[in-house]
């Protein structure tokens, strides 16, 4: 009873040496690209888009990594392949610990897309294309090494994911909040350093094991060509929606690691659950849910809905991504190949989602003016719905179509037969129309999934095609969506969900136009601009320009510099079509296009008077333009007596707090002024927060001894660094 007890142990010991190696080599992976994606954020911006990019790299290269695996599996014995692998592992300690490349520096003329996967390869390729060939590798090494389950090892895919997950969650929720960048990136260097270690007895159990009789494989079960486009598309669709829903969350909520984790640890998740021996989670099982997801992600993106993201919108969409990535993902499993093929499913697989990159990344942004990649991937998720393929019968072509305008109807009247109510009131209506319609033509078989099918697709092309009717300007950029509507008396420009300005249409033809939205003269930025610090100042900065409504405060024989990181708004602000503010204000002043802590660190000292900081895109919180080094940036740009001007109105989060813990470091002064109550303005006038800085109360004095301003004093929390700073610590 000793020998086949201590051999079960000893099979059992070697598996659980293959699961913690493919488990440490996931969460190494999956730890990398926020780590990396946060220690260049301060030299590339922190624009929403700029996760979506790194995206993009990490799935080239991980389709680079399995291509690697599948060629050295198919070609190489094993002792060749550790040779190889150990060696590549080496040649990338060489890059360890992560850091900026030296000399790397970004140019506002170039494509940030290209520059942005040039930083990436530059400082994190090597390192990460070792780890994205371990999945597919260390599975293929358990195969041959007569483990537990070695015939079938696809269970081992589940503990990659899971360590994946892990990874992504520990970075925002522990690893960022404690440490700084710096102190991450050596953990994360002497993982890797283990790592290698780890694969050195995987390589030689393969060598040594003893691999069952692989069973017979038919024709019928190789893959074939339509086969292996399945496994594409399936890999295509759920990539493509996470990706989609982390820009459209990012864009207003914020673009810093949370953020970007969370729907890519969900997708991982869905890996975990769909890739394991479980008969009770299957496709067919899933099916109702799945509809419910469909439903509410058609709904979600019509446009139709809601004017702003919040927490709850968000949480809806991401759990509706999960639900219809969960489907798809379970369907990959269950069109999984026999093991011989399961590196080439693995590439395949990652081709499928790298596609889902290039699309949501490259040619959505040059192909669309709006956001219309995630409508599309939804429709595609449709296509799921009609099941095995066939002839569309009147019967069902006719009851989608009736489905899907029944489905827009709430969305459309809504709003004027509820007038006051939100918004969101008809969009649940409208999810439970097609939500129900879906499971109830699904029950009259084949030809009802593909009415169903039909229902979405009608449905998504009619909401397109009344939001584009809606819009005076429509422009796409890699920093987002850019509208411009006319609503009652106002015409306003958004980007995502968010107004970032706007002008009564009665100002269009006026000499002088009056701001309005944040800058009215009764908030707390007219004020400023209004009073001595305003009249006063020879040279002021903005950074941010938005429709630029404070231009129309600049006085004669001012210069004013204004710094935008997005070509796009500066067009929309000088079009006099569109905006007049700057054309009748300021259309000499120049615009400093680029992130504008890189721009401003490469001028000579501008000696401004006012500089005023409104780079708060949606209500995201630029973090590189909020540390500790970005104000001492901006203090060095100042004339002397000169002061800084903060715009922070926010839903989600309290900036006052890390800049005042900023401005105490730095030995600065410090006010606040927040306005709430607007309706002696009229239209269009919004509440706002404004914090001033200055390097003596004297400064300040112009705005002292109004009892609106108090002053700003530290909370004790931990000052913002680049190399450390932490957004959960100052959520509302």
Same mark, same amino acid.
């Given at each position: 009873?000793?020998?086949?007890?201590?051999?079960?142990?000893?099979?059992?010991?070697?598996?659980?040496?293959?699961?913690?190696?493919?488990?440490?080599?996931?969460?190494?992976?999956?730890?990398?690209?926020?780590?990396?994606?946060?220690?260049?954020?301060?030299?590339?911006?922190?624009?929403?888009?700029?996760?979506?990019?790194?995206?993009?790299?990490?799935?080239?290269?991980?389709?680079?990594?399995?291509?690697?695996?599948?060629?050295?599996?198919?070609?190489?014995?094993?002792?060749?392949?550790?040779?190889?692998?150990?060696?590549?592992?080496?040649?990338?300690?060489?890059?360890?610990?992560? *850091?900026?490349? $030296?000399?790397?520096?970004?140019?506002?003329?170039?494509?940030?897309?290209?520059?942005?996967?040039?930083?990436?390869?530059?400082?994190?390729?090597?390192?990460? #294309?070792?780890?994205?060939?371990?999945?597919?590798?260390?599975?293929?090494?358990?195969?041959?090494?007569?483990?537990?389950?070695?015939?079938?090892?696809?269970?081992?895919?589940?503990?990659?994911?899971?360590?994946?997950?892990?990874?992504?969650?520990?970075?925002?929720?522990?690893?960022?909040?404690?440490?700084?960048?710096?102190?991450?990136?050596?953990?994360?260097?002497?993982?890797?350093?283990?790592?290698?270690?780890?694969?050195?007895?995987? *390589?030689?159990?393969?060598?040594?094991?003893?691999?069952?009789?692989?069973?017979? @494989?038919?024709?019928?079960?190789?893959?074939?060509?339509?086969?292996?486009?399945?496994?594409?598309?399936?890999?295509?669709?759920?990539?493509?929606?996470?990706? #989609?829903? /982390?820009?459209?969350?990012?864009?207003?909520?914020?673009?810093?690691?949370?953020?970007?984790?969370?729907?890519?640890?969900?997708?991982?998740? /869905?890996?975990?659950?769909?890739?394991?021996?479980?008969?009770?989670?299957?496709?067919?099982?899933?099916?109702?849910?799945?509809?419910?997801?469909?439903?509410?992600?058609?709904?979600?993106?019509?446009?139709?809905?809601?004017?702003?993201?919040?927490?709850?919108?968000?949480?809806?969409?991401?759990?509706?991504?999960?639900?219809?990535?969960?489907?798809?993902?379970?369907?990959?499993? @269950? *069109?999984?190949?026999?093991?011989?093929?399961?590196?080439?499913?693995?590439?395949?697989?990652?081709?499928?989602?790298?596609?889902?990159?290039?699309?949501?990344?490259?040619?959505?942004?040059?192909?669309?003016?709006?956001?219309?990649?995630?409508?599309?991937?939804?429709?595609?998720?449709?296509?799921?719905?009609?099941?095995?393929?066939?002839?569309?019968?009147?019967?069902?072509?006719?009851?989608?179509?009736?489905?899907?305008?029944?489905?827009?109807?709430?969305?459309?009247?809504?709003?004027?037969?509820?007038?006051?109510?939100?918004?969101?009131?008809?969009?649940?209506?409208?999810?439970?129309?097609?939500?129900?319609?879906?499971?109830?033509?699904?029950?009259?078989?084949?030809?009802?999934?593909?009415?169903?099918?039909?229902?979405?697709?009608?449905?998504?092309?009619?909401?397109?095609?009344?939001?584009?009717?809606?819009?005076?300007?429509?422009?796409?950029?890699?920093?987002?969506?850019?509208?411009?509507?006319?609503?009652?008396?106002?015409?306003? %420009?958004?980007?995502?969900?968010?107004?970032?300005?706007?002008?009564?249409?009665?100002?269009?033809?006026?000499?002088?136009?009056?701001?309005?939205? %944040?800058?009215?003269?009764?908030?707390?930025?007219?004020?400023?601009?209004?009073?001595?610090?305003?009249?006063?100042?020879?040279?002021?900065?903005?950074?941010?320009?938005?429709? #630029?409504?404070? *231009?129309?405060?600049?006085?004669?024989?001012?210069?004013?510099?204004?710094? $935008?990181?997005?070509?796009?708004?500066?067009?929309?602000?000088?079009?006099?079509?569109?905006?007049?503010?700057?054309?009748?204000?300021?259309?000499?002043?120049?615009?400093?296009?680029?992130?504008?802590?890189?721009?401003?660190?490469?001028?000579?000292?501008?000696?401004?008077?006012?500089?005023?900081?409104?780079?708060?895109?949606?209500?995201?919180?630029?973090?590189?333009?909020?540390?500790? $080094?970005?104000?001492?940036? %901006?203090?060095?740009?100042?004339?002397?007596?000169?002061?800084?001007?903060?715009?922070?109105?926010?839903?989600? %989060?309290?900036?006052?707090?890390?800049?005042?813990?900023?401005?105490?470091?730095?030995?600065?002064?410090?006010?606040?002024?927040?306005?709430?109550?607007?309706?002696? @303005?009229?239209?269009?006038?919004?509440?706002?927060?404004?914090?001033?800085?200055?390097?003596?109360?004297?400064?300040?004095?112009?705005?002292?001894?109004?009892?609106?301003?108090?002053?700003?004093?530290?909370?004790?929390?931990?000052?913002?660094?680049?190399?450390?700073?932490?957004?959960?610590?100052?959520?509302?």
């Amino acid at each position: 009873m000793t020998r086949p007890a201590t051999a079960f142990s000893g099979r059992l010991a070697l598996a659980g040496l293959f699961t913690l190696t493919i488990f440490l080599s996931a969460s190494l992976l999956f730890f990398v690209q926020p780590l990396f994606t946060r220690i260049v954020l301060p030299a590339i911006g922190g624009a929403s888009a700029v996760w979506t990019t790194a995206m993009l790299f990490f799935q080239c290269v991980l389709i680079g990594g399995y291509l690697y695996a599948h060629l050295m599996t198919r070609y190489l014995g094993v002792r060749t392949q550790m040779a190889v692998h150990l060696g590549l592992w080496a040649c990338a300690l060489a890059f360890l610990p992560l *850091a900026m490349p $030296e000399g790397w520096s970004y140019d506002p003329h170039r494509s940030t897309v290209v520059q942005t996967l040039t930083l990436f390869a530059l400082g994190v390729g090597l390192p990460f #294309g070792f780890l994205s060939a371990n999945a597919p590798l260390i599975q293929s090494w358990y195969g041959k090494s007569g483990g537990p389950s070695a015939q079938d090892p696809y269970f081992l895919y589940g503990a990659s994911n899971l360590g994946s997950l892990l990874a992504l969650l520990a970075f925002p929720l522990l690893a960022e909040p404690l440490f700084g960048a710096t102190a991450i990136g050596r953990g994360w260097a002497a993982g890797f350093v283990v790592l290698g270690l780890l694969l050195v007895p995987c *390589a030689l159990l393969a060598r040594g094991g003893q691999a069952g009789p692989a069973p017979a @494989e038919t024709a019928a079960a190789r893959p074939t060509a339509g086969r292996i486009l399945w496994w594409m598309f399936l890999a295509f669709v759920p990539s493509s929606l996470m990706l #989609g829903a /982390t820009t459209t969350i990012s864009t207003d909520i914020g673009s810093f690691p949370l953020i970007w984790v969370v729907p890519l640890a969900l997708y991982l998740l /869905t890996f975990v659950l769909a890739f394991s021996n479980r008969p009770w989670l299957t496709a067919a099982r899933l099916r109702p849910p799945f509809i419910a997801a469909l439903a509410v992600l058609a709904v979600l993106f019509t446009g139709l809905t809601s004017t702003e993201q919040s927490w709850t919108l968000a949480g809806i969409l991401v759990l509706a991504v999960f639900l219809v990535s969960l489907v798809t993902h379970r369907m990959l499993y @269950e *069109a999984r190949p026999a093991p011989r093929h399961l590196t080439l499913f693995y590439l395949v697989m990652s081709v499928g989602g790298a596609v889902g990159g290039v699309f949501n990344s490259i040619i959505a942004p040059l192909a669309f003016d709006q956001f219309l990649e995630f409508r599309i991937t939804v429709a595609l998720a449709a296509v799921l719905l009609a099941g095995a393929w066939g002839r569309f019968s009147v019967r069902s072509l006719a009851l989608g179509l009736a489905l899907g305008v029944l489905t827009l109807l709430p969305l459309i009247l809504g709003p004027v037969v509820l007038a006051g109510v939100s918004r969101l009131v008809p969009a649940l209506v409208a999810v439970a129309i097609l939500a129900g319609g879906l499971w109830a033509l699904g029950r009259l078989g084949p030809a009802g999934h593909r009415g169903g099918m039909v229902a979405v697709l009608v449905f998504l092309l009619t909401a397109g095609l009344l939001i584009n009717s809606a819009a005076l300007h429509r422009d796409r950029s890699f920093f987002g969506l850019h509208a411009v509507r006319d609503k009652g008396d106002l015409r306003r %420009y958004s980007n995502g969900t968010t107004v970032h300005g706007a002008e009564r249409v009665a100002d269009l033809t006026a000499a002088r136009p009056t701001p309005i939205t %944040y800058y009215s003269a009764g908030g707390p930025m007219g004020q400023i601009l209004s009073s001595d610090l305003g009249r006063t100042a020879q040279r002021v900065g903005v950074i941010g320009l938005g429709v #630029g409504s404070l *231009a129309c405060y600049r006085q004669p024989g001012q210069a004013w510099h204004f710094y $935008e990181i997005d070509r796009k708004v500066d067009e929309i602000a000088r079009n006099p079509a569109l905006f007049t503010f700057m054309s009748a204000c300021a259309g000499d002043a120049p615009t400093h296009l680029g992130d504008a802590r890189i721009v401003l660190e490469g001028q000579p000292e501008m000696g401004f008077d006012l500089l005023v900081i409104d780079a708060y895109s949606s209500d995201a919180v630029p973090v590189h333009l909020t540390t500790v $080094e970005a104000l001492a940036l %901006y203090r060095r740009q100042l004339a002397p007596g000169g002061v800084l001007v903060f715009h922070i109105s926010n839903r989600f %989060y309290r900036i006052e707090l890390p800049l005042a813990r900023g401005a105490e470091a730095l030995g600065m002064t410090a006010m606040i002024r927040s306005r709430k109550d607007v309706s002696d @303005e009229g239209p269009g006038v919004l509440p706002s927060t404004v914090v001033v800085m200055a390097d003596s109360a004297e400064a300040l004095a112009p705005l002292a001894g109004d009892p609106r301003w108090r002053p700003l004093a530290g909370d004790g929390g931990p000052v913002w660094t680049d190399d450390h700073a932490n957004l959960l610590g100052i959520l509302r």
